[in-house]
């Protein structure tokens, strides 16, 4: 257990809908990053949160936003959701955004089937 | 920007046998890159480091190999079944560089028994 839960764990919505997949950092983590991988795709950085501040952006649509709050949990919603959006999609955490020791901890994902 | 690149999207080799990862990136500070392991249906874990300052980082069955400007090499001597994953090469953030945590396309390894 990474200590990162990711819920829900599986999501089945229909194209044009809107969903929020949500991720508790391990205790102490201050950064958040969200992830996607697509079928026969590497791990694509989406966004990353540091202490409810944006620090970093990846390749993220303009229909999705993230958000962290002030407990330090984070919501990526997706919105308009066309069938490509159709993912795993992971969040991860770690003590700080920068340094040497940036190990990040993953959680178990979130899997997005759109249809 | 950072890129991390894994040319090989699939290995297959026989239990007992060294398994070589290789992971090239480009403009990177490359202070320390991270290799993780991930299972189906499981998220990435952490598997092995290596900082700019070594040529070499062993932990048990597992080494990476600073091998050359812009190279890494992870190896796994013995190989074994459970080995079975696909191993993704990141690249950290790092001071006064990218904030981001950029991954490689990952590596799907097969050991057979």
């Known amino acids: 257990d990474s200590g990162v839960t990711q819920t829900p764990k599986h999501l089945i919505t229909a194209t044009g809908q809107r969903v929020t997949l949500r991720c508790s950092p391990r205790?102490?983590?201050?950064?958040v990053y969200w992830y996607q991988q697509s079928l026969d795709q590497g791990l694509q950085f989406l966004i990353q949160?540091?202490?409810?501040?944006?620090?970093a952006k990846g390749n993220i649509l303009e229909r999705f936003s993230a958000q962290q709050f002030p407990d330090l949990h984070s919501e990526l919603n997706l919105s308009s959701l066309e069938l490509g959006d159709s993912a795993l999609y992971f969040c991860?955490?770690?003590?700080?955004?920068?340094?040497?020791?940036?190990?990040?901890?993953f959680g178990q994902g979130t899997r997005l089937t759109v249809v | 920007d950072q890129q991390v690149k894994q040319n090989s999207p699939s290995l297959s080799v026989q239990e007992g046998r060294i398994s070589i990862l290789n992971c090239d990136y480009t403009?990177?500070?490359?202070?320390?890159f991270l290799w993780y392991k991930k299972y189906p249906a499981e998220g990435p874990t952490f598997l092995i480091s290596?900082?700019?300052?070594k040529d070499k980082n062993e932990d048990g069955r597992f080494t990476v190999l600073n091998k050359s400007a812009k190279h890494l090499s992870l190896h796994i001597v013995p190989s074994q079944p459970g080995d079975s994953a696909v191993y993704f090469c990141?690249?950290?953030?790092?001071?006064?560089?990218?904030?981001?945590?950029?991954f490689g396309k990952g590596t799907k390894l097969t050991v057979n028994p």
């Open positions: 990141a690249d950290p953030p790092c001071q006064g560089g990218s904030e981001k945590l950029v």
């Open positions: 205790s102490g983590d201050l950064s």
């Open positions: 290596i900082s700019s300052i």
């Open positions: 949160y540091y202490n409810g501040e944006e620090r």
């Open positions: 403009n990177s500070m490359f202070d320390y």
């Open positions: 991860a955490s770690s003590v700080e955004p920068t340094g040497w020791n940036s190990e990040a901890f």
